[in-house]
């Protein structure tokens, strides 16, 4: 069985936010969203340098609500802003950009 299907999505959002924060990025979550407008993304970064990220995590197979993707969406119209939708798939792409490599 493919190991990246039984990655939870707590357990993916623990290694994101784990190789955030050794990036030196802040990190917010919002651990009650219960009282939040719905389809926030689930982490804020800021690094030093003054990047700042919005992301939305999903399992392998998680499915985009429509008020997620829409604030995914709406967020992305900003200049300077970066937005994205990860999997655990996307591990690799995740540790360059939260490291500041170069993507190709």
């Known amino acids: 069985m493919d190991a990246l299907k039984l990655i939870t999505e707590a357990e993916f959002q623990k290694s994101v ?4 924060e050794e990036a030196g990025w802040f990190v917010y979550h919002d651990y009650d969203s219960r009282r939040s407008n719905p389809g926030f993304p689930d982490l804020t970064m800021v690094s030093e340098d003054g990047r700042i990220i919005f ?11 429509k008020d ?14 970066e937005v994205y939708l990860w999997r655990p798939s996307d591990l690799d792409f995740i540790n360059k950009t939260l490291m500041g490599q170069q993507i190709i």
């Open 17 to 20: 936010t784990l190789v955030a």
């Open 55 to 65: 992301a939305e995590l999903k399992s392998q197979k998680g499915r985009v609500k």
């Open 68 to 81: 997620q993707q829409a604030w995914l969406d709406r967020l992305g119209e900003n200049p300077g802003v």
